[in-house]
C-alpha cells in the first residue's frame, strides 16, 4: 500500500540556518504530495502542496518540489525562525478512483522542529 | 469564513462506554474525513464520508461508526472504549468535485480513555 517515510527527528536549528526534512513515498498511482505543520495543542494546518512531477509547492519561505524519479518531496527553507517550531508532516493523496471510492491522506510520522533563537 | 470546527475539545472516558465525537465541515465544504493521530505519530485515516455515506474506510474495526448529515456536518462514534483508543480525533473537509486535493483540518478533539 501506499506509504510516506521521514527524516526521524527533532531537528534543532539556530534562527536564520537552512532547513531541509526529507520525505520519500512509495504509490502505485500518481499522488498528490502535501506538507502540514501542526503547532503545538492545535490540528493540522496546509503547508503546501504540489500535485504533479516537477511542481514546487511554496509558502510562507517554504519550498519542496515533487521528484517522482526519486520519489520524493523534501521540504526546505532558507532562513528559519524561532515561530517555525511545529511538528511538520508530510503527506499523500492517492486519488485513483477517488471519484467512486473516495479519497485518504497517508502521513509520515511527523518531525519536530526546534528553533532555537 | 468559518474553518472546521469539532466538538467537544476535550474528553475523558472510561474503558467500555461509547462516545460521539462531532465535526463541522467548512463553508462550501461537502465532504468529511476523520483521522485517529496518537501520541508522537501520524494522523491515520479512519474513513470519510460524502453525500451521506461512507465512501472510504482506512483499517479500523467495526466500534469506529460514523454520519453525516444533510448539512453535512458529521459524527464519529466510538463503541466499547479501549485505552488504545486514547489519541487526537481529527475532522478534515473538502469539496468532493475539487479532486484528490488539501483537506483542510480543525483542531481535534482529544480523548482519553481511563
Known amino acids: 500500500g501506499d506509504s510516506v517515510t521521514q527524516m526521524e527527528g527533532p531537528v534543532t536549528l539556530s534562527e536564520e540556518a537552512f532547513l531541509t526534512i526529507n520525505c520519500t513515498y512509495t504509490?502505485?498511482?500518481?499522488?498528490?504530495l502535501f506538507w502540514y505543520v501542526q503547532y503545538p495543542g492545535e490540528g493540522l494546518q496546509l503547508l503546501l502542496k504540489?500535485?504533479?512531477?516537477?511542481d514546487k509547492g511554496s509558502n510562507k519561505g517554504f519550498e519542496a518540489t515533487y521528484r517522482k524519479e526519486t520519489t520524493s518531496f523534501h521540504l526546505e527553507k532558507g532562513s528559519v525562525q524561532v515561530s517555525d517550531s511545529a511538528v511538520y508532516f508530510c503527506?499523500?493523496?492517492?486519488?485513483?478512483?477517488?471519484?467512486?471510492?473516495?479519497?485518504?491522506?497517508?502521513f509520515g510520522a511527523g518531525t519536530i522542529l526546534r528553533v532555537k533563537s | 469564513d468559518a474553518g472546521v470546527t469539532q466538538s467537544p475539545t476535550h474528553l475523558i472516558k472510561t474503558r467500555g462506554q461509547q462516545v460521539t465525537l462531532r465535526c463541522s465541515p467548512k463553508?462550501?465544504?461537502?465532504?468529511v474525513s476523520w483521522y485517529q493521530q496518537a501520541l508522537g505519530q501520524g494522523p491515520q485515516f479512519i474513513f470519510q464520508?460524502?453525500?451521506?455515506?461512507?465512501?472510504q474506510r482506512g483499517n479500523f474495526p467495526d466500534r469506529f461508526s460514523g454520519h453525516q448529515y444533510p448539512n453535512y456536518s458529521s459524527e464519529l462514534n466510538v463503541n466499547a472504549l479501549l485505552l488504545g483508543d486514547s489519541a487526537l480525533y481529527l475532522c478534515?473537509?473538502?469539496?468532493?468535485?475539487?479532486?484528490?486535493?488539501?483537506?483542510?483540518f480543525g483542531p481535534g478533539t482529544r480523548l482519553t480513555v481511563t
Open positions: 478534515a473537509s473538502s469539496l468532493w468535485d475539487r479532486g484528490p486535493y488539501e483537506q483542510y
Open positions: 504509490a502505485t498511482g500518481y499522488p498528490s
Open positions: 504540489a500535485t504533479k512531477a516537477d
Open positions: 503527506a499523500l493523496n492517492d486519488g485513483s478512483g477517488y471519484m467512486e471510492y473516495g479519497n485518504k491522506l497517508v
Open positions: 463553508s462550501g465544504h461537502d465532504t
Open positions: 464520508y460524502y453525500e451521506e455515506e461512507e465512501r
